[in-house]
């Protein structure tokens, strides 16, 4: 199959950059890594992908943001990606399909020590036991990441198999120092992964001619302002 993007006058629009096809390496590339994401995704979002031991969705889950993470590299990608951060999606999405997601992967990569989604933490130690780099840096960041003085950013996502609607939320870590901050308590396994596919799916998608229906949709932030103590 050759991905190009389906949309690019609007791509070009949203992102004001020149964006051309795929020349004939990136096709062969971007082939091989559409493929096999889209072969994982149809796994991961399968029930029955959960019936299968914690350690083997533990390496499936990492195989997907690691291709993710080596897509984000595309440059009409990494342009959608710059038009969500700006507006162009609800509030943090773009920091959650880029930062949130190559943190993770950066995480999984550079502790290769974990078995299982939950097992997997980081802390201070660890993210600066050899050089102040891109976890450091982010987890710096993300204790700031707020909507109305709450790190939590709370989702509704649908199956369209089942025709039903589940809430899910990403919980940024509100304090990086000597704690350990677990990756089950920012994003969980089994809704978790199940939105974190369907978004990375969701940009991917952008460049594929003619793109299926994902099984799973991610509906909307739900979004509930802080009100007036007076109201």
Known sequence: MVYVNNNLQSIKEMTNIEILTPNEKEVEVLTLFYNRFYDLFDEIVNDSFF??????????????FSIYKELLNYEPIKAYIEWMKKGGRPPLEGIIADDLFSFIRNLLLHFPIFNTWDEVYINKNLATWS?????????????????????????????????????????FPEEFKDNNIYLKDIITEKAG???CIALMREI??????????????????????????NN
């Open 51 to 64: 019936n299968k031991e914690a350690n083997i969705r533990f390496f499936k889950l990492r195989e997907a």
């Open 131 to 171: 050089k102040l780099g891109q976890i450091d840096k982010f987890l710096k960041k993300c204790i700031n990441i707020k909507i109305d003085g709450k790190s939590e950013i709370k989702y509704r996502i649908w199956e369209k198999d089942k025709n039903e609607i589940k809430y899910f939320s990403v919980n």
């Open 193 to 195: 992964m199940k939105f």
């Open 204 to 229: 991917l998608d952008k460049q594929v001619v003619n793109a299926d229906e994902p099984k799973i949709k991610i509906m909307s932030q739900v979004y509930f302002p802080i009100k007036n103590k």
